[in-house]
């Protein structure tokens, strides 16, 4: 069972245009939702993250928009650049202790076409 | 500073054979983590280990994984016996406070023929 879902699984935008990634979870206990970019040969990165007491988090190009009542979350790229072509992986953790991993969706390809 | 370092960066064996995977957090960081990832599938987590003591080990597969952290410094991931749907590249992640933001390594490959 897969506990969050990631669409699409690889995007083509254009330079300069917005890319949006999508996730949906399904468990009420998460309660955190990094976003991760990872580069070929390398390892994922933090990008930006966001708690579900807001419904947004800008962080310079990159936006995080939270829906509660939907269980949904995704991620915005504006102005996307030929640089931001990676994997990226939407992830949530659970609250409380003894659950520390976290759950990654499958990750979308993103491709910035110059 | 130096980052997550992940040792060997690929591995082929063949089925049945054992393979010690390595991983060195950041200094100071008392969380480490292992995730793995088969190929187009989600990163899954392994274990979680608070300076030597495992934390959280629901994550793994089945008895043929064998995670220690000597000293709550590197960590070793043992594979023995392995099997083909074993292969995959095994992250190794650390952070300095629980729960909080993870540095990946580059990642070990494991081929299993």
């Known amino acids: 069972q897969q506990q969050v879902k990631q669409s699409p699984q690889s995007l083509i935008v254009q330079k300069g245009g917005i890319s949006i990634i999508n996730c949906a979870y399904e468990n009420t206990a998460f309660d955190y939702f990094p976003w991760y970019q990872q580069f070929p040969g390398k390892g994922p990165a933090l990008l930006i993250a966001?708690?579900?007491?807001?419904s947004e988090k800008k962080e310079g190009r990159f936006t995080i928009s939270f829906n509660k009542s939907a269980k949904q979350f995704s991620l915005h790229i504006m102005d996307s650049q030929p640089g931001d072509s990676a994997t990226y992986f939407c992830?949530?953790?659970?609250?409380?202790?003894?659950?520390?991993?976290?759950?990654f969706g499958k990750g979308t390809h993103l491709i910035i076409q110059p | 500073e130096a980052g997550v370092t992940q040792f060997p960066s690929h591995s082929v064996i063949e089925k049945g054979q054992t393979v010690t995977l390595r991983c060195d957090p950041i200094s100071g960081h008392d969380n480490l983590y292992w995730y793995r990832r088969v190929m187009g599938k989600e990163i899954k987590f392994l274990l979680h280990?608070?300076?030597?003591?495992?934390?959280?080990e629901s994550g793994m597969p089945n008895n043929r994984f064998l995670a220690e952290r000597t000293g709550g410094t590197y960590s070793t991931l043992k594979v023995q016996p392995a099997e083909l749907e074993d292969s995959g590249v095994y992250f190794c992640?650390?952070?300095?406070?629980?729960?909080?933001?993870?540095?990946f390594g580059e990642g070990s490959r494991l081929t299993v023929l």
């Open positions: 280990f608070v300076k030597e003591s495992k934390q959280d």
């Open positions: 992640a650390s952070s300095q406070v629980r729960r909080g933001e993870l540095f």
């Open positions: 966001i708690r579900p007491d807001v």
């Open positions: 992830a949530a953790l659970r609250r409380g202790g003894g659950a520390d991993g976290l759950t």
